[in-house]
């Protein structure tokens, strides 16, 4: 039960919390959980068999038998370092939010903990129905986060986000619903089912050229609930202010984590369950893929709030991952799983950053900065660095990420592969010249006040930057140590996409002297009390 574990211990910690009687208990204990919970998460390292595609650490219990709707988790090389990167965010993101966070403590680490559970179950749940509820979990405490601790237009920021998300996803309700139908009249066992294995083999009718057949439905109705999480152009419009309006903390796992949820949708659920519409309508994703990747560094290229130029930089990284899974080929795919951990690192770090030099001035406006450099060397190290890797210089994170990403778009296309590279440079332009404004140059208003002079980076803050700036270069240096633990999976959903079957893994024993050990075992257990 190590994914059960895994994915209740943060809503157990958020009991925990409430139960706490005084306030300066309240972040060294969440502290303590979110890193205990991390070091549960490694066990995954020992249990998990990379060599193969299939479940694995399957649990399956029935829940609602009449609906065919069950308790059904499980792993694979898709959701694996997923599940890592949302546990290892978390304490990082609780050390980050230390001092940032001083009105109702409490209420906000159990929200924060309620919201880690959301998205693990997302990303283990097996049943579309449990992964529905585990998916919709997640915008309530992402809503209070935003909205009680975010800036001053944080209720029109969050509220804009709550009814995106919502609309979409009742699209994909909707389509959960016929597929549970369709499933009943068309399976052999003839029973309704959210069991996504037993969905694979669903048959769905698809005519090319005819927008009103099922299958084309269906993979818009689940699509536009994705591309809204991701979010794609054109349904990004919700991100920059929930971005900016956030606080430090809700951005990072906003940013980290939960754009994450919307592309491993698409790779779950909408190319293994609608092959043809995906391959048919693949270039539709293409295209908005490369009109997010130019639009958001453009857009962001012009942006006089720094927060805000970040979370434009995401729509247009995000862009580069869409574009990767509708590659549908290895290089695109496996880029855009690598891209998802890099995102989640590097833009991380960027938001934790920018909230780390928020506290000190209280302005976010790239103009009132300049010469940083001079006053903040060890700040400015760590930016310059996380620029790097955000920008896919070599040696960093996100090269082996965006190189990946572009042989598999220009395989699929030349053409948007050649748009894409457009978005390489822009990125570089926008970033580059935002890091020369503020750390380079005539000093600015607030860095030449003398009467309120700028402390450089304390030991807490640096503790907070240390594993990610590993994280960049590890990542970006030895790939293969990480690339090794989805390969199996991605080539399995790419050669099979047409008729894709996942099965479940059971661990077998390595030799017949294994198993006769292991039965003299269990008989010498079960005759123990005999014996006594």
Do not use: C
Request: aromatic residues 14%; charged residues 10%.
């Amino acid at each position: 039960m190590l994914l059960s574990l895994i994915v209740f211990m943060p809503l157990v910690s958020a009991i925990l919390i409430s139960l706490l009687p005084k306030e300066n208990w309240i972040r060294p204990t969440a502290l303590f959980l979110g890193l205990a919970q991390f070091v549960v998460s490694l066990v995954l390292f020992a249990q998990y068999d990379p060599s193969t595609p299939a479940l694995q650490l399957v649990e399956f219990v029935p829940w609602v038998p009449a609906l065919g709707v069950s308790y059904f988790l499980g792993i694979d090389g898709i959701s694996f370092w997923l599940v890592l990167l949302t546990t290892f965010l978390l304490p990082v993101v609780i050390l980050g939010s230390w001092t940032a966070i001083d009105k109702k403590p409490k209420g906000f680490h159990i929200a924060l903990f309620v919201l880690q559970t959301a998205m693990l179950g997302s990303f283990v749940a097996m049943d579309l129905v449990l992964f529905y509820v585990f998916f919709e979990l997640s915008l309530v405490p992402m809503y209070f986060i935003v909205g009680i601790w975010g800036g001053t237009r944080r209720i029109y920021a969050t509220t804009k986000f709550f009814i995106y998300t919502m609309l979409g996803s009742l699209l994909m309700l909707l389509a959960i619903i016929y597929l549970m139908f369709t499933a009943q009249e068309v399976l052999p066992a003839k029973q309704m089912t959210a069991n996504i294995l037993e969905l694979y083999k669903l048959d769905i009718p698809f005519i090319a050229g005819q927008f009103l057949n099922p299958q084309t439905l269906l993979f818009f109705a689940f699509s536009v609930a994705f591309a809204i999480k991701v979010p794609m152009f054109p349904f990004h419009t919700w991100l920059p202010d929930a971005h900016v309006e956030a606080p430090t903390p809700g951005s990072v796992v906003l940013a980290g984590v939960m754009l994450k949820m919307g592309s491993y949708g698409f790779l779950r659920f909408v190319i293994p369950l609608f092959p043809e519409a995906s391959e048919h309508y693949a270039w539709v994703f293409l295209f908005l893929g490369v009109v997010g990747i130019i639009y958001g560094a453009l857009v962001a290229m012009v942006q006089p709030d720094v927060k805000k130029l970040v979370a434009y930089s995401s729509v247009s990284h995000m862009g580069y991952v869409m574009m990767g899974l509708f590659a549908l080929n290895t290089y695109g795919v496996t880029g855009s799983i690598y891209q998802m951990l890099n995102h989640g690192i590097s833009t991380g770090a960027l938001f934790l950053l920018v909230g780390m030099i928020y506290e000190r001035t209280h302005s976010r406006e790239i103009e009132k900065y300049g010469g940083l450099a001079k006053v903040l060397p060890i700040f400015t190290i760590l930016f310059f660095i996380v620029t790097l890797s955000s920008i896919a210089v070599p040696m960093t994170n996100g090269f082996v990420g965006e190189f990946l990403i572009l042989l598999g778009a220009f395989e699929a296309s030349m053409f948007f592969g050649s748009l894409a590279v457009i978005g390489v440079v822009l990125g570089a332009v926008y970033m580059l010249w935002m890091f020369k404004r503020m750390f380079f140059g005539e000093e600015g208003e607030l860095v030449s006040d003398k009467k309120h002079p700028l402390h450089d980076l304390s030991l807490r803050e640096m503790v907070v930057m240390a594993p990610l700036i590993v994280l960049i270069f590890w990542m970006g240096l030895l790939p293969n140590q990480f690339l090794q633990y989805s390969k199996v999976s991605v080539e399995h959903l790419v050669s099979t996409k047409d008729a894709y079957q996942l099965s479940i893994h059971t661990p077998q024993p390595e030799s017949d002297a294994q198993l006769a050990f292991g039965m003299k075992f269990f008989k010498s257990v079960a005759q123990a009390p005999e014996a006594k």
